[in-house]
Structure formats: structure tokens, C-alpha cells
């Protein structure tokens, strides 16, 4: 569970930074209102799942039928990832398209995500095996680590409210971004 843990936090750090950077700074998705409104909402419920994921992986073990509930979870986020994929073709298209160095973090997502399920397999695969529990059993990690994948389930989990309070067009939701980023993605 080490090595699973240590590659959501990657996982988890990569995503912030390509969140910070590449949505929020050079692409003000949340300023463009119904342009973006599709990738937005993809993002807020991919946000969800990852707040799930890193919020109990650190404390809990999804024991029994849980199993099977927690791999519906992994299998929807790679769904709504597959699907954003597709979706920002349209939503970026006034940009000129997706970043070139956003395609490329995106694809060291999809590998560390990957290797995460890797290792993830066999340990759902023990917990089917064990009576239905969601149960708490912190694994032996680094206590830094916990509390990092904690922080960054109640930060995805905000990064996802926030997509979609931009992607309902509510009062504000483009800030800090002007909306004359909104006016010209509209114009485009």
C-alpha cells in the first residue's frame, strides 16, 4: 500500500500543478464560462472521485463488497478522464488547442495513475477476500504522507466546488480572472 500511496501523491502533486498552471493561469477556464462549462464539470466530478481516493487510502481499507464500490470509483474517474479528453477538443479549440506541455503532463498522469493501479490491484483484491467492512486501518506510511494525501482530498474536493460554481455561471465564479476572458471566449 506504500508505493500505491507515494504514486497518488504524485499523482496528486502533478494534478495541483496542472490545475494551478495550465487550467486556472494559462487557460482561466473558470472565466469562460459556458465555453468551458463541459470541461468544467468533468473536472468537478473527477475532483469528487479524487477526493474519495485520497481522502481514505491513507486511513481506511475498503473491505468485502467495499471493494467493489471502490473500484466503481477508480473505473468513473477513468471514465470522466476519457471523456474530458474528448471535450477539451471543443472547450479549447479558442485557445488553439490544449497546451503542449498539458498534453504531456497529462500523460505522466495517466502513467503514475497507472502504476498506482498497479499496485492497487492486489491490495483490493485482499480486501474482497475480508469480511464487508469500510474499516479504519491507517497503513504503515509516513505520518507526512497521510496528512499530505488528506490536505490535498480537501483541496480537490474545493477545486471541484469551484469548477462548478464557474461552470453554473454564479455570480463571481471567474474570479480572480476578468470577465473579459468570459466576453472573448464567447466572441471566439
Do not use: C
Not at 500523460?107 to 475480508?130: C, D, E, H, K, Q
Request: aromatic share 12%; charged share 20%; net charge positive.
Amino acid at each position: 500500500m506504500r508505493l500505491v500511496l507515494w504514486l497518488l501523491t504524485i499523482q496528486g502533486a502533478i494534478g495541483a500543478f496542472d490545475t494551478f498552471y495550465y487550467h486556472e493561469w494559462r487557460a482561466r477556464l473558470p472565466a469562460r464560462g459556458k465555453a468551458a462549462a463541459a470541461e468544467l464539470k468533468l473536472h468537478a466530478g473527477r475532483d469528487l472521485l479524487y477526493a474519495v481516493l485520497f481522502g481514505t487510502l491513507p486511513w481506511l481499507s475498503w473491505r468485502g463488497r467495499w471493494a467493489a464500490v471502490l473500484l466503481v470509483v477508480v473505473a468513473a474517474e477513468i471514465v470522466l478522464t476519457l471523456w474530458d479528453f474528448v471535450a477539451e477538443i471543443a472547450v479549447r479549440k479558442a485557445l488553439g488547442d490544449v497546451y503542449a506541455g498539458e498534453r504531456v503532463t497529462h500523460a505522466v498522469m495517466g502513467i503514475t495513475y497507472g502504476g498506482m493501479l498497479a499496485f492497487l490491484i492486489p491490495v483490493v483484491n485482499r480486501w474482497w477476500s475480508l469480511p464487508t467492512a469500510l474499516a479504519l486501518d491507517p497503513p504503515a506510511i509516513l505520518e507526512f504522507l497521510r496528512w499530505s494525501l488528506s490536505a490535498m482530498a480537501i483541496g480537490v474536493f474545493l477545486s471541484g466546488l469551484r469548477d462548478l460554481y464557474a461552470a453554473l455561471e454564479l455570480p463571481h465564479g471567474g474570479w480572480p480572472w476578468d470577465t473579459k476572458d468570459r466576453a472573448a471566449s464567447r466572441a471566439a
